[in-house]
C-alpha cells in the first residue's frame, strides 16, 4: 500500500468522489428531479461515504480510521439499495442500475481492503508495544 499523505492521496475517496459526481448527474433529471426526499437521501448517502473516509482519516488512530470506514462502507451499501428501489420505480434503466451498483461494490471492497490493512496494523503495532512495555498481548487491558 502506498504512502498516503492526504485524504485525496486515498483510492477509495478517489472513486466514492466520482461515483457522487456520477450519481448526482443522474439524479438532477426526471423522475428523480420530482421525488426530492429520495433523491436527496440517495445524494447524502453518496457523500457519506466520501466524508466518513476524509474524516476517518483525520483520527489519530488507525481504530478510530477503521471506523470511519465501516460507516462509509455502510453509506456505499446504503446507495445500494436505494438503487433497487430506483430500479422499481424505473428511475434508472437496468444498465444505469447495474453501473452504479457495480462502482458501489467496488468502492465499497476497496474501503474493506484498507479497513483490513489497518486492522492488520493495529495488531502489528500493538504487539510491539506490548513487547517493549515487557508484557504479553494478553496482559494488557482490552481496548
Known sequence: MGLIKRFEDIKAWQRA????RLLYTATSVRPFRVDVDFRKQMRRASVSIMANIAEGFGRHSDREFANFLNIARGSALEVQSHLYVALDLNYLSREQFDEFYQIADEISRMI????????????????????????????????
Not at 468522489?17 to 457522487?20: A, I, Q, V
Open 17 to 20: 468522489r466520482e461515483f457522487t
Open 112 to 143: 474493506f481492503t484498507l479497513q483490513n490493512y489497518l486492522r492488520k496494523q493495529s495488531r502489528v503495532k500493538y504487539s510491539r508495544e506490548s513487547r517493549v512495555m515487557g508484557k504479553t498481548k494478553s496482559e494488557l487491558p482490552a481496548g
